[in-house]
């Protein structure tokens, strides 16, 4: 009857029907070392075969097309075949082998960036995987937004739209962005089924309009040789015409983009049989079959695209205002097959353009959980998939609405974010290559890196607004993540506490009397120094003897950490002094964590005895901020505090 009325209680309280669904399952658990209250079990039926993951980061990859023809031929004119060539030779020769070695050496979708961060340890390896979870930030939120405002200027675009959408882009993207979020809402499932649907139907319908195209130039072979010719009055010689090609070609780089989104949804693929967490040899071997797959189909649509679309378009279509402006195989869909086909065509590519955000919402939630909360960055609710889903949608209309839809005024932050995060992996590899002993391909990778560096200064130099608009989403992470740290300080911090059998033994023996621990900074570790400890705390606290008392001792790791694992191991020293030990990234918050457990264990409040600080209390708040030491006792009593409401159950602080 207990639980009845319990779960009738539940059910009538909409709080925790709320908190319920919010803590849901939504797109499926995150696989992550972190266990807040809400981080879940992580299953293999949330998995799926490779080509399903592959439609869903591809709706990102494959949604350009809807705009990389025209983009190649403003930027390069005649020369936008040739550019689009030497991008698909970096995807096929650059790209796809740096991320294939990405998926083997990080296959729990951390990507690059855990790569970089194994480099650096304390305080400057956390700021910098801040900054490049900035620029992964920037390019994984302006692919949500561009992509949906992108959509949503096909939508006006159309001849059958009705007038009165046209001037209402902004409102379009902020539609088609919420329901971008409700499927997220709903489930991972759903949105992988969709995607599987979008890109199948849209690659038919490219498909059936490039083979229609390049019919259209065999019965008319003059627009290729008008071509060449134009080529040759241009540009003189093949020399010149491939240098003016690597000069423009990394204004066409966001055709390259999708292979970080595909490497930070890899915990999704299906492995094998035998696959462990430790070693997933099945979704490694997948996940380079589903980046190579993917590249090698839109290389393809992009030379074959390219090529009809300089052939058969006027230039000055592709111009703004042009017919062929940012929708270049959607004019010749309209042009060759008539207005139901480019119709249908067009509604295609608003769809498939709308969902393109869904691989990089998938891809902000997998990485944001696998970092932030672990390093006390974030909230514990950003391990559940729902609510970080509502905050995500909620910064894409507010990017929307700053940038008025306006998709060539994101384009720039797009580039920008894209190319960092393939220079950061060259360089990941590039080392792990290095590491390994393999020095032709540690060399192979640095040429690749070199001209992943290039392409994003040469894109720098001629959009530095995408510099800008990454630069504040750096700065935002950056307030952001050290408000929660600072508002997180006073957690426990610890997600276990293991006991060995010395301290085990301490416990049984004390816990018929009680339980006293004396906080010790150790020296030199001798009899004398753990003597004169027992004298002053016994002077200090008016003790009737130091019997039952135990030293804790603690020694610092890495204090940019946040959570841990704390590992007591207890001895006895010159034969009379019971001592336990321990590590942890903050010293208050473990001694904490170890007091609550051992009452727990032993149903006995424990006793701890301090000795002040000496020195100001800001410094040592400061201290304990930054180095995880500082003012200890009253920063573990805070801690208890926090940790325990009813102050009956509280383990007993002494400062003396």
């Known amino acids: 009857m207990e639980g009845v009325s319990v779960t009738a209680e539940t059910a009538r309280n909409p709080e925790s029907r709320i908190r319920t669904w919010l803590a849901g399952s939504g797109t499926g658990p995150v696989e992550t070392d972190h266990q807040g209250p809400f981080a879940q079990e992580a299953h293999d039926e949330h998995r799926h075969p490779w080509w399903k993951v592959m439609c869903l980061t591809g709706v990102d990859y494959f949604s350009t097309l809807g705009y990389q023809p025209g983009i190649a031929a ?9 550019a689009t060539v030497i991008l698909v030779l970096l995807t096929l020769f650059g790209a ?13 979708g951390q990507g690059s960036i855990a790569m970089l961060q194994r480099l650096m340890t304390y305080w400057k390896g956390k700021l910098f995987v801040l900054v490049l979870l900035g620029f992964a930030g920037t390019d994984f939120m302006i692919t949500i937004t561009l992509s949906a405002a992108d959509a949503s200027t096909h939508v006006v675009e159309n001849p059958h739209v009705p007038a009165f959408l046209h001037g209402q882009e902004v409102a379009i993207t902020l539609v088609l962005v919420g329901l971008l979020g409700a499927v997220f809402l709903r489930g991972f499932s759903e949105a992988m089924g969709l995607a599987v649907t979008l890109v199948v139907a849209y690659l038919g319908l490219n498909l059936v309009v490039i083979s229609v195209a390049f019919w259209h130039v065999l019965e008319h072979p003059q627009v290729v040789s008008h071509w060449t010719s134009t080529l040759t009055q241009e540009h003189g010689n093949p020399v010149v015409m491939l240098a003016l090609a690597v000069i423009v070609f990394p204004k066409l780089a966001l055709g390259m983009s999708g292979f970080e989104t595909g490497v930070a949804v890899m915990t999704h693929v299906e492995g094998g049989p035998e696959d462990t967490e430790r070693k997933p040899a099945g979704r490694i071997a997948s996940t380079k079959k589903l980046l190579a797959t993917a590249a090698v ?24 205002g042009g017919k062929a402006s940012g929708r270049a195989l959607a004019y010749l869909a309209h042009l060759y097959l008539g207005g139901v086909f480019g119709t249908v065509y067009d509604a295609s590519t608003i769809a498939i353009l709308w969902f393109a955000g869904a691989s990089a919402m998938a891809g902000l939630l997998n990485l944001i959980p696998r970092y932030l909360p672990r390093y006390g960055m974030a909230p514990e609710w950003s391990a559940a998939v729902r609510p970080l889903v509502l905050v995500l949608t909620t910064i894409a209309f507010v990017v929307t609405i700053i940038f008025k839809a306006d998709v060539n005024a994101q384009g720039g932050a797009y580039a920008t974010g894209v190319l960092v995060l393939f220079t950061s992996a060259g360089l990941a590899v590039t080392l792990a290559a290095r590491r390994a002993g393999q020095r032709r391909l540690a060399v192979a990778f640095a040429a690749i890196t070199v001209v992943f560096v290039y392409t994003t200064v040469a894109n720098v130099l001629e959009r530095p607004d995408g510099v800008k608009i990454g630069g504040f989403f750096i700065v935002a992470i950056l307030a952001v993540s050290f408000a929660s740290r600072l508002h997180r300080a006073f957690e426990l911090r610890t997600t276990a506490v293991q006991l060995d059998a010395h301290t085990d033994m301490f416990m049984r023996e004390c816990a018929r009397r009680s339980i006293r621990f004396v906080a010790n900074e150790p020296g030199v570790r001798d009899r004398r120094e753990y003597r004169d400890k027992i004298q002053q705390i016994v002077a200090d606290n008016d003790l009737e003897d130091g019997n039952d008392i135990i030293f804790i001792e603690v020694t610092l790791t890495d204090p940019s950490d946040f959570e841990s694992v704390v590992e007591v191991h207890g001895e006895v020293l010159h034969q009379e002094f019971r001592v336990i030990t321990l590590s942890s990234p903050s010293v208050p918050n473990a001694i904490a964590a170890l007091l609550l457990h051992i009452r727990d264990v032993t149903g006995v409040r424990p006793h701890i005895y301090f000795e002040w600080t000496e020195g100001s209390p800001i410094p040592n708040l400061i201290r304990f901020l930054l180095f995880g030491a500082g003012e200890v006792a009253p920063v573990t009593r805070e801690v208890i505090r926090r940790a325990e409401p009813d102050r009956r159950r509280r383990p007993h602080v002494h400062v003396g």
């Open 297 to 320: 189909i839109m290389s393809g649509y992009l030379i074959t695209s390219s090529l009809v679309t300089t052939w058969l378009i006027p230039p000055r279509e592709f111009q703004a």
């Open 74 to 82: 403003v930027a390069a004119g005649a020369l936008a075949p040739i």
């Open 96 to 108: 796809l082998p740096v991320y294939r070695r990405v998926a083997e050496e990080s296959p729990h």
